[in-house]
């Protein structure tokens, strides 16, 4: 399995844009399919941003279509997920995640290796 690192979570206010990083290691994220998720308090998890392993398709949840955006840098073997525009309701554990890519559905439904995680909170 991949090992994955996020970092670049905090407190900003409403508006404000952030950019999460998932360093990767053990593994490429040239061959796998990655994924962000999110859990607010007493929600289930959501897969908000996804990236297949070529970079070409991506996908995003309607709660944060055409406010995020989902990049990865191969050489740095690093996925990145660019949040603008952000809103209170955008407060949660961000969650990064990988499957491998020779799995065909999109997006992804399982995945096989996931982060610790990180707090975003956006406060009003």
């Known amino acids: 399995q991949v090992q994955l690192v996020e970092s670049g979570g905090g407190l900003v206010q409403a508006g404000d844009s952030l950019r999460l990083s998932c360093a990767a290691s053990g593994g490429s994220v040239s061959r796998h399919h990655m994924g962000w998720f999110r859990q607010a308090p007493g929600q289930e998890r959501e897969l908000v941003a996804a990236?297949?392993?070529?970079?070409?398709?991506?996908y995003y949840s309607d709660s944060v279509k055409g406010r995020f955006t989902i990049s990865k840098d191969n050489a740095k073997n690093t996925v990145y997920l660019q949040m603008s525009r952000l809103k209170p309701e955008d407060t949660a554990v961000y969650y990064c995640?990988?499957?491998?890519?020779?799995?065909?559905?999109?997006?992804?439904?399982?995945?096989?290796?996931w982060g610790q995680g990180t707090q975003v909170t956006v406060s009003s």
């Open positions: 990236i297949t392993w070529s970079g070409v398709n991506t």
């Open positions: 995640a990988a499957t491998p890519s020779y799995r065909s559905t999109w997006p992804p439904l399982d995945f096989d290796s």
